[in-house]
Every structure is written in C-alpha cells, then in structure tokens.
C-alpha cells in the first residue's frame, strides 16, 4: 500500500482543514487506517484511528470533539476533518495504514506511511 497525504496549509485558530490521504492498492479496504502528527522537537503522536469498516474510531483525548477521521474504501481515501484548530496542532501529519486494530496507538503497529502534510495553526 502507498499513502500519499495532502490538505495542510496555514489557519488561524479557530479555522478548519481537512487533510486527505489517497492509497493505492487492492488490500486498502482491509487495512486500519490512522492519523499521527509530530511536531518539532516532540514525538510522533496517535491522533485518530478508524477499522476497515469504519465500524470503530478512536480519538486522542487532545483532539476529541474536534477532529473527525472518515474513509472511502471504494475510492481508496482516508480523511480527517480538522475543527476548532489549536496553534498546539501545530505538526506534520501523517496517514498510516495497519493489518491490525489492536495497539492503534502505537506507531509500530503500522506497516505503511504517507509522507506527510504540515499543518501550521496561527495564534
């Protein structure tokens, strides 16, 4: 599987994007799909997870109630819908795809990753 991730930009708090990442791949429909994001000087962090049927999503606690994660398993995308935008989401953020549900949170879960998109939020 390939991810290719794009919608960053710059936003002032408050504001919205959605990022979007594109799989190619006949296996994608089978694959639990996260969101992670770093930024500068910190660890790579979980930021939502969503199954292969899109029957279970996880949020992190910071961006609950804020963030959404969706996925298209017929045109091969995966989405999060970014509210409510904080200067601290700050960080590029990544698309990743996992065989597995279990242990979402953990980076090492997931065999596949998107190159990332930044995403800057202005105070």
């Known amino acids: 599987v390939q991810l290719q991730a794009s919608g960053g930009g710059l936003v002032q708090a408050g504001g919205s994007l959605r990022l979007s990442c594109a799989a190619s791949?006949?296996?994608?429909?089978?694959?639990?799909m996260g969101w992670f994001r770093q930024a500068p000087g910190k660890e790579r962090e979980f930021v939502a997870v969503?199954?292969?049927?899109?029957?279970?999503?996880v949020y992190a606690e910071s961006v609950k109630g804020r963030f959404t994660i969706s996925r298209d398993n017929a045109k091969n995308t995966v989405s999060l819908q970014l509210n409510s935008l904080k200067p601290e989401d700050t960080a590029v953020y990544y698309c990743?795809?996992?065989?597995?549900?279990?242990?979402?949170?953990?980076?090492?879960?997931?065999?596949?990753w998107g190159q990332g998109t930044q995403v800057t939020v202005s105070s």
């Open positions: 791949g006949r296996a994608f429909s089978s694959y639990t």
């Open positions: 969503i199954s292969w049927r899109s029957r279970n999503t």
């Open positions: 990743a795809a996992s065989p597995y549900y279990s242990d979402y949170e953990s980076s090492r879960k997931y065999d596949y």
